[in-house]
């Protein structure tokens, strides 16, 4: 099954590191029966999108946390895609959460997604208010929806270390 990782820079950088990621809690998303039950339309790949997209609105939440840490963390959504066989559908969490149980090595990672160099402010303010939006705020989902906006970019796994030199994301 093709799982959706949320995390941050941060997190990156530990997976070249260790050569593997492990998921916060063990949460992950991927397109379940549950999220397909949930539309009424839509092909494979259009929910796996819906799948990351719930990964990149996670990956704000870790963001927040790093956020409130360190205000000079790099404010960009980051996703693993990653292949695994053992997962635990969880629809009482949420249509497309699993919970995988332990690390996932590198040999078993598809891709990473990652946000681009002008989403940064736009993310940064989803980060602060993405509690608010879940409330309810309205200015606060309109913050959610700018950084929404933006698509992450596709990487390859060889490209990981140059993306992360390059963009200068220290």
Same mark, same amino acid.
């Given at each position: 099954?093709?799982?959706?990782?949320?995390?941050?820079?941060?997190?990156?950088?530990?997976?070249?590191?260790?050569?593997?990621?492990?998921?916060?809690?063990?949460?992950?998303?991927?397109?379940?029966?549950?999220?397909?039950?949930?539309?009424?339309?839509?092909?494979?790949?259009?929910?796996?999108?819906?799948?990351?997209?719930?990964?990149?609105?996670?990956?704000?939440?870790?963001?927040?946390?790093?956020?409130?840490?360190?205000?000079?963390?790099? %404010?960009?959504?980051?996703?693993? #895609? !990653?292949? @695994?066989? /053992?997962?635990?559908?969880?629809? +009482?969490? *949420? &249509?497309?959460?699993?919970?995988?149980?332990?690390?996932?090595?590198?040999?078993?990672?598809?891709?990473?997604?990652?946000?681009?160099?002008?989403? %940064?402010?736009?993310?940064?303010? #989803? !980060?602060? @208010?993405? /509690?608010?939006?879940?409330?309810? +705020?309205? *200015? &606060?989902?309109?913050?959610?929806?700018?950084?929404?906006?933006?698509?992450?970019?596709?990487?390859?796994?060889?490209?990981?270390?140059?993306?992360?030199?390059?963009?200068?994301?220290?």
């Amino acid at each position: 099954m093709r799982i959706y990782v949320p995390t941050t820079v941060a997190g990156l950088r530990k997976l070249l590191a260790d050569e593997q990621v492990q998921p916060l809690s063990g949460t992950a998303f991927a397109l379940t029966p549950a999220l397909r039950e949930a539309y009424t339309v839509g092909d494979d790949e259009e929910l796996e999108y819906v799948a990351m997209t719930e990964a990149a609105r996670a990956s704000l939440r870790l963001l927040a946390t790093e956020l409130a840490e360190d205000s000079d963390a790099p %404010a960009r959504r980051a996703v693993v #895609a !990653a292949d @695994v066989d /053992d997962v635990t559908l969880r629809p +009482d969490l *949420d &249509a497309a959460v699993v919970r995988v149980a332990g690390p996932i090595p590198m040999r078993r990672l598809a891709s990473v997604h990652l946000d681009l160099a002008e989403a %940064a402010e736009d993310v940064c303010t #989803a !980060a602060g @208010v993405i /509690d608010a939006a879940d409330l309810g +705020d309205e *200015d &606060a989902e309109l913050a959610l929806g700018d950084a929404e906006d933006h698509d992450l970019a596709w990487y390859g796994l060889q490209e990981l270390p140059f993306v992360l030199e390059l963009e200068d994301l220290d």
